[in-house]
């Protein structure tokens, strides 16, 4: 089955930086990208960023554009979302998610009824 685990979310101030890790197993073609989510607390899921399976099409929220940066290892199956210069709103679960798209060129920052989710990591900014 397609898998995904997320890992490297804690605690760090503002100004910090994080890099979180997203392995995934049991990729399938019929999947079109991976995309980074977070939710805080009492608030919807939002999308932060996303690359697509083919390409490495990329594609950030505007709230986190010049501080985040996503990036694949192919050869480790691994997707990672660095984050810098982060700030208290940036608290939150974060989730990847496995993308099922129109094409494999394409990663969305919106959900889909048929996209794969990891368990999530939590990242907290805070001084």
């Known amino acids: 089955q397609l898998q995904l685990v997320e890992s490297g979310g804690g605690l760090v101030q503002p100004g910090g930086s994080l890099r979180l890790s997203c392995a995934v197993s049991g990729f399938s073609s019929d999947y079109h990208g991976i995309g980074w989510f977070r939710q805080a607390p009492g608030k919807e899921r939002e999308g932060v960023s996303c690359?697509?399976?083919?390409?490495?099409?990329?594609k950030y929220a505007d709230s986190v554009k010049g501080r985040f940066t996503i990036s694949r290892d192919n050869a480790k199956n691994t997707v990672y979302l660095q984050m810098n210069s982060l700030k208290p709103e940036d608290t939150g679960v974060y989730y990847c998610?496995?993308?099922?798209?129109?094409?494999?060129?394409?990663?969305?920052?919106?959900?889909?009824?048929?996209?794969?989710w990891g368990q999530g990591t939590l990242v907290t900014v805070s001084s």
């Open positions: 998610a496995a993308q099922r798209r129109y094409s494999a060129y394409v990663c969305t920052l919106s959900r889909g009824a048929l996209d794969v």
């Open positions: 690359i697509s399976n083919v390409g490495g099409s990329t």
